[in-house]
Nanobody, 115 residues
């Protein structure tokens, strides 16, 4: 079994920054890719960013240029640096990992952007 534990959420003012982290542990042979998703109240969960085993990255249009995904391969962690935060970034952020071609989700961490 694989566990994903997120940290780093919280309350921040518009224009501020937060850094989310997610650590994978358990029975891991190979992490194919790791991602961040978010879900705002009343909306569907959406993909925010992904980083592959080879280091290629994807960022959704809504966050490109403001958010940056990165990965520590040795520690099996993924981070999301979020800058210039907007109220519309308010959501529960979930870590997702494709481990040995099986998908796993973290429990989610709340990010609230408000003055």
């Amino acid at each position: 079994q694989v566990q994903l534990v997120e940290s780093g959420g919280g309350l921040v003012q518009p224009g501020g920054s937060l850094r989310l982290s997610c650590a994978a542990s358990g029975s891991i042979f190979s992490i194919v890719d790791m991602s961040w998703y978010r879900q705002a109240p009343g909306k569907q969960r959406e993909q925010v960013a992904t980083i592959t085993r080879g280091g290629s990255t994807y960022h959704a249009d809504s966050v490109r240029g403001r958010f940056t995904i990165s990965r520590d391969y040795a520690k099996n962690t993924v981070s999301l640096q979020m800058n210039s935060l907007k109220p519309e970034d308010t959501a529960v952020y979930y870590c997702y990992a494709n481990v040995d071609y099986k998908g796993y989700w973290g429990q989610g961490t709340q990010v609230t952007v408000s003055s």
